[in-house]
């Protein structure tokens, strides 16, 4: 199959490389010193599954240089969104389908914005995955599991040829009937997981065993399911406990991207996550009290470290 990944990150990193490893071929679009190490030496990819690797001749560093493909995976943090999903018509035009890998709940509406909507498929993963080094990426625990769908009814034939080379590639992965669900389940635990882990600045390990942090992991989850029923997506009314459950199934050190990136000093992706819920809450007439203390207290740290003058 021919896939083009933009962003070659954690996520897009990870993926495309097991992508192309099985013999599909895969044109990842990268930038900045990552790009020049990839075109260098090609990417190296650590996993406790294994090293793969994808070759130098595989990176470019523009949208416009990508050949005709049958499925574009979106894998650039939610800011940058907007900036790709511009330049992806002429793929589409050519026949491409575009699922975004990306966290959060509205990031197929700004596609939408520039796509024809049969040619946006929902996607969603579940991955710890970083840049441990330009051309390096680590991919943490085992956990690599991909979730997609074409939204509506129709079938698309393309969504389970993608599946099959998912499976050949030795991916999790999964066609989804109801893939907006899908996509604010995954939302839910990550609202909750990303809120905690990053104000608390530790692990799920720690959050889970302290009874005030599990409270709030719990409620912050809670008012994201709240929001999301209230928006007409089909959630169980009790999915903020199904998550807490699996949260103690989680890897004690196991954390958020938005952990890391705090940690890094690196741009935030809060004003989507709980910031998200705060603004779709309002929008909805829902009260998301938890969510917004989060996203206040995070907000001097949204891009990146904040100076302290004199
Ligand atoms: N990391 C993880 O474990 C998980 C992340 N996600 C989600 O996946 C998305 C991607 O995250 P992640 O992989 O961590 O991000 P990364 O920052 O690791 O990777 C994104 C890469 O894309 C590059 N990039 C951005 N815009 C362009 C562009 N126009 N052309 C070429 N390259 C570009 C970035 O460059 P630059 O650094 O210069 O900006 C960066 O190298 C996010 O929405 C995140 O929330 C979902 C599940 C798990
Ligand atoms: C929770 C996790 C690691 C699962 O994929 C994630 O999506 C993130 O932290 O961005």
């Known amino acids: 199959m021919r896939i083009a990944v933009v962003g070659a990150g954690g996520v897009g990193g990870y993926f495309g490389t097991r992508l192309a490893e099985a013999g599909n071929e895969v044109t990842f679009v990268a930038r900045g010193r990552h790009l020049r190490a990839v075109r260098e030496h090609g990417l190296l990819v650590r996993s406790p599954l294994g090293e793969f690797r994808a070759p130098a001749a595989s990176f470019v560093p523009r949208i416009g240089d990508v050949d005709p493909v ?95 080379a998912c499976v050949k590639s030795g991916l999790q992965a999964e066609i989804s009937a109801d893939i907006a669900r899908a996509i604010w389940e995954k939302f839910v635990f990550l609202v909750g997981l990303s809120a905690t882990t990053t104000v608390v600045r530790q692990p799920i390990g720690v959050i889970r065993r302290d009874t005030r942090t599990r409270a709030l992991l719990r409620d912050v989850m809670a008012e994201a399911v709240a929001v999301g029923r209230t928006a007409g997506v089909n959630l169980d009314s009790g999915f903020a406990d199904d998550r807490l459950a699996f949260c103690d199934t989680l890897p004690e050190s196991m954390t958020s991207s938005m952990h890391h990136d705090l940690d890094q000093g ?5 004003p989507w996550l709980s910031g998200g819920v705060v603004d779709l809450g309002r929008e909805l007439g829902v009260d998301t009290p938890r969510n917004r203390t989060v996203a206040d207290i995070l907000a001097p740290y949204t891009f990146g470290r904040p100076a302290v003058n004199g």
């Open 70 to 164: 049958d499925v574009v995976l979106v894998a650039v943090k939610l800011w940058d969104t907007e900036e790709v999903a511009a330049q992806l018509r002429p793929l589409v035009d050519a026949g491409a389908r575009v699922i975004s890998l990306q966290n959060g709940a509205h990031k197929d509406s700004v596609l939408r914005r520039y796509l024809p909507p049969e040619a946006v498929w929902g996607g969603v993963c579940y991955i710890s995955a970083v840049i441990e080094e330009p051309g390096v990426v680590s991919h943490r625990g085992q956990m690599q599991k991909l979730v997609f769908g074409t939204y509506g009814d129709q079938e698309d034939a393309g969504a389970r040829n993608f599946l099959d």
């Open 266 to 270: 690196n741009r935030l992706e809060l």
